[in-house]
């Protein structure tokens, strides 16, 4: 077993994993036969493999020493010049690298080598004169001045130089060995400060367009954005012209890395494996691979470090909770491995989602409620009948996403990729729940039982409401608590009142007859630690919009609003002057699923500390919930039975 996947950019010789061979043969193939001077730029994001494929093309077409191969190469990484210096001195010490490198590796004449250093260094010098003139003058507003003082002064004429001087010493080394001249591979341009990356690319650009040099160029376009604001402002459709202007002068040929295009199950499948995710016969369950594949896709997609990220925090939340003493934890069916699988994703791709998820565990609950806490802009008329047209934003919780993701640029651009993802969640929960299993769940605390393990692996900042606690202990405590009261309370179902399962999984199923069965589960939310107590009430296949209209069809509305007012006032008197208890009206948590309408009849518990809900003024009040819910309960089902039969 390995705990984890090396995140290294891969090296020329090791397993293609992403099956990119046949873009990286083109490119390779597009170098070798280029004229020069020419610039390419490896577009992609962070994490994307550009590295990599620097490394690829430099193991193919370079050579140093034996000068087998038709390029020598020069290799900079620029964060290492960028740490801990001012944007001045990052260029500069970078630029004077690159110097050296060449004159270090063309082995230059010490005359020619001289008369190149002593004329970049009056270079460098008025460089640093322009930019304190700079910033005496006026306030500084980043490096995009330093270029513009610098090549607005008589140093434009020690560019000039300098860029002659470069080109004499490496076409006489070029004769020399008889080699095609030289390749820069410049690296991490998207770990420095965006305006100090987009003032080297025009360095890169007035200084280093040589005759016979090729420059390769690892940059995230987004950076190009980020660093050219100070001087176009934001991003518009307005000026994007302008951006995009600026990027095609530095850049001859773009390259984006093809991560749409890597081939990633077989290498998802074979690391799940490694690290012990997932069984041989599991890996051997195209089905099971397919979900997880798909799940991956659609969350971190296929950038090698996202996906890496990923495995990784699987593999430590498989250890922590295979180093557990206790046995609560368990992701024991194919189903609890892809939700977790869910939720790690969700909190990698989109963790602003994740964390509201992790606040409100059901999301096809999701409501104008959640719209006020997170202050969603609401839709207009307009709006509301597109997304009525789209099968992904139709539903309500659907529309709450697609408002969610409104608020954010990243989100906005996956909102139908977000939505895709959370109903596939939803339709897998649903379809392994089955109506005979006594402690069945429903989604809400599915994902309850679930999310608590993915909690250790999310970055998230210091959030004072979060309370930590040992959930199997409160379970167990309570449970023994409130089965032992609903005895005497209860004493016509003592002899059937009892535990369902020895272990709890955050959730401890009760008896109370043969055909009822409560459900403990328990989190945290708003600095409390909450308790649910909850049945289910399964109906009938979906034939109509609602429950009332199933109702209504078969004249046993009344009946259902009679039983609803009754349950309504007893909630409402039960709640009266006390802040600790929610207790949800009848039908407040309707939904449907593949087997038709289910409601849940649930009562929450908030309170400070663990040791508060064993007291036996809280146990007494779970008790007088219970048999609320249980006797209501009974005699809701006596009205479906009675659409059932009928129908």
């Known amino acids: 077993m390995n705990t984890s996947i090396i995140d290294i950019p891969r090296e020329a010789k090791e397993k293609d994993n992403f099956g990119i061979a046949p873009f990286e043969n083109g490119l390779k193939r597009f170098i070798e036969n280029s004229s020069t001077p020419i610039t390419i730029a490896l577009q992609g994001e962070w994490g994307s493999g550009k590295t990599s494929l620097m490394n690829l093309l430099q193991e193919n077409l370079c050579d140093n020493e034996n000068q087998q191969k038709p390029f020598n190469s020069i290799w900079l990484n620029t964060w290492e010049y960028a740490l801990m210096k001012d944007a001045q001195s990052t260029l500069v010490s970078i630029i004077y690298q690159l110097i050296k490198e060449v004159t270090n590796l063309s082995q230059a004449e ?15 010098n008025k460089v640093a004169l322009a930019t304190s003139k700079v910033i005496a003058e006026k306030a500084f507003s980043g490096s995009g001045e330093i270029i513009d003082a610098a090549f607005n002064s008589d140093s434009n004429n020690s560019v000039s130089e300098i860029r002659k001087q470069l080109e004499d010493i490496i076409e006489s080394h070029k004769t020399k060995i008889n080699n095609k001249g030289f390749i820069f591979f410049i690296d991490d341009l998207d770990r420095i400060d ?28 987004d950076v190009v954005v980020k660093g050219l604001e100070p001087k176009f402002g934001i991003l518009s459709d307005k000026n994007e012209r302008e951006f995009r202007s600026f990027f095609d002068k530095i850049i001859q040929v773009p390259f984006s890395m093809p991560v749409a295009s890597y081939k990633v199950n077989d290498f998802l499948k074979e690391s799940l494996r490694n690290i012990e995710y997932i069984t041989t016969a599991q890996a051997s369950n195209d089905v099971l ?26 593999s430590l939340i498989k250890c922590i909770n295979d180093a557990k003493e206790d046995d609560d934890l368990k992701l024991e069916t194919d189903t609890d491995l892809l939700l977790n699988f869910f939720l790690v994703s969700l909190q990698i791709a989109y963790p602003k989602i994740y964390n509201i998820l992790v606040e409100n565990n059901d999301f096809t609950a999701w409501n104008e409620t959640i719209a006020l806490n997170y202050n969603l ?5 307009n709006s509301q009948n597109k997304l009525n047209q789209m099968e992904e934003f139709d539903e309500e919780w659907e529309k709450i996403l697609f408002r969610l993701c409104e608020t954010d640029y990243y989100l906005k651009q996956k909102a139908l990729s977000l939505s895709s993802l959370l109903n596939m969640i939803k339709e897998i929960v649903e379809n392994s729940l089955s ?31 979060s309370i930590s606690f040992h959930k199997p202990t409160l379970l167990k405590n309570a449970r023994n608590k409130i089965l032992a009261r609903l005895k005497e309370v209860m004493p016509n179902y003592a002899n059937q009142i009892k535990p369902i399962g020895k272990r709890v999984q955050v959730n401890a199923p009760i008896r109370i007859d043969e055909k009822t069965s409560f459900n403990l589960s328990c989190g945290s939310v708003d600095g409390k630690i909450k308790l649910d107590i909850w049945t289910n009430l399964w109906y009938f296949p979906q034939n109509h919009p609602t429950i009332k209209e199933t109702f209504k069809d078969k004249d046993l509305l ?60 809280v146990i007494n009040k779970i008790c007088e919930a219970v048999q609320i819910m249980h006797d209501y309960r009974t005699k809701i089902l ?10």
Not at 377 to 381: F, G, I
Not at 436 to 455: G, Q, T, V
Not at 638 to 647: E, Q, R, Y
């Open 110 to 124: 010490s005359t020619k080598s001289e008369k190149l250093f002593k004329t970049f260094a009056k270079f460098s």
């Open 194 to 221: 965006p305006p100090v990356a987009v003032e080297l690319l025009e360095l890169l650009k007035n200084i280093f367009t040589l005759k016979n040099c090729i420059f390769v160029l690892a940059i995230d376009y």
């Open 289 to 314: 691979i397919t979900k997880l594949s798909t799940i991956a896709n659609l969350s971190v997609g296929s950038n090698p470090r996202s996906i890496k990220r990923l495995l990784n925090s699987l």
């Open 377 to 381: 802009k609401p839709l207009d008329e």
């Open 435 to 465: 109506t005979d299993d006594e402690d069945k769940e429903d989604l809400e605390h599915y994902i309850n039982r679930i999310i608590s393990l993915s909690a250790i692996t999310n970055l998230k900042a210091n959030d004072n409401n």
């Open 558 to 617: 009344n009946d259902l609003e009679i039983l609803e007012n009754e349950y309504n006032g007893l909630v409402t008197k039960f709640m009266l002057g006390s802040s600790i208890y929610k207790f949800a009206k009848l039908l407040d948590k309707e939904h449907t699923n593949k087997d038709g309408f289910q409601s849940h009849l649930v009562l929450s518990v908030r309170l400070d500390n663990t040791n508060s809900f064993y007291e036996n003024s």
């Open 638 to 647: 006596v009205l479906t039975n009675k659409i059932n039969n009928n129908g």
